[in-house]
């Protein structure tokens, strides 16, 4: 069964900081998504992993797959107030294709 | 272009009561998704459909159940409410399973009381 576990759950930082969230998955898969959650909001897709190395970046926020580690992270580089929120990472279960299976989500607070 | 949308946002159930969570894409989509997301956590899937007709059972599929008539609408039934199920509800859609993304409604917020 596919567990997928991410790491720091909570995290707290200053603006203009780097920081970098890991999402750890238990069992071989080759897609992977990012996104992320406003308070009460729903959820906003960031990035799609869908390789062994592939790498993505959309502003202060770069997302990594290496497949073989079943390992993806989430950097963040010279954080701002604006990118506070709740980031999921998400796995597909090979075992079951259409299923995707969410970490436990990274709550980020960003301060002044 | 509204995506997905979930009714209701917000509904509050007395213990044993029965409620049908609304959700429809306008997106052409033939895959849609029920998930559970409880405090703190991250999502459960409960149920999803790969197309009209089609359903199938996922993570956390007890006390609920779905049909899938039309490829735009993809109804949640919960016929006797417990607290375990409360919850905030998210509906997703996608056009190719996994190997596309997902959108996702609004969300609804369920409390059992």
């Known amino acids: 069964e596919l567990k997928v576990e991410q790491n720091p759950l909570f995290l707290s930082m200053q603006e203009g900081k780097n920081y970098t969230i890991y999402c750890n998955y238990s069992?071989?898969?080759?897609?992977l998504y990012w996104y992320r959650q406003d308070p009460g909001k729903s959820l906003e897709s960031l990035f799609v992993?869908?390789?062994?190395?592939a790498v993505k970046q959309e502003g202060r926020l770069m997302a990594s797959l290496d497949t073989k580690a079943r390992l993806s992270t989430l950097h963040i580089t010279a954080a701002v107030h604006d990118l506070s929120a709740t980031y999921f990472c998400?796995?597909?279960?090979?075992?079951?294709?259409?299923?995707?299976?969410f970490g436990q989500g990274t709550r980020l607070t960003i301060n002044p | 272009n509204a995506g997905v949308t979930q009714t209701p946002k917000f509904r509050i159930l007395k213990i044993g009561q029965s409620m049908t969570l609304q959700c429809t894409q306008d997106?052409?989509?033939?895959?849609m998704y029920w998930y559970r997301q409880d405090p703190g956590m991250g999502l459960k899937l409960i149920y999803y459909?790969?197309?009209?007709?089609?359903?199938d059972k996922g993570e956390v599929p007890n006390g609920y159940n779905v049909s899938r008539s039309t490829t735009e609408d993809f109804p949640l039934r919960l016929e006797l409410a417990a607290p375990s199920q409360t919850s905030v509800y998210f509906c997703?859609?996608?056009?190719?399973?996994?190997?596309?993304?997902?959108?996702f409604g609004q969300g609804t917020r369920l409390t059992v009381v």
């Open positions: 997703a859609s996608s056009f190719q399973g996994t190997n596309t993304e997902a959108f």
């Open positions: 069992t071989t898969s080759d897609r």
């Open positions: 992993l869908l390789s062994n190395g």
């Open positions: 459909s790969v197309g009209a007709g089609i359903t």
């Open positions: 997106m052409n989509h033939n895959y």
């Open positions: 998400a796995v597909v279960s090979i075992q079951g294709a259409q299923k995707l299976v």
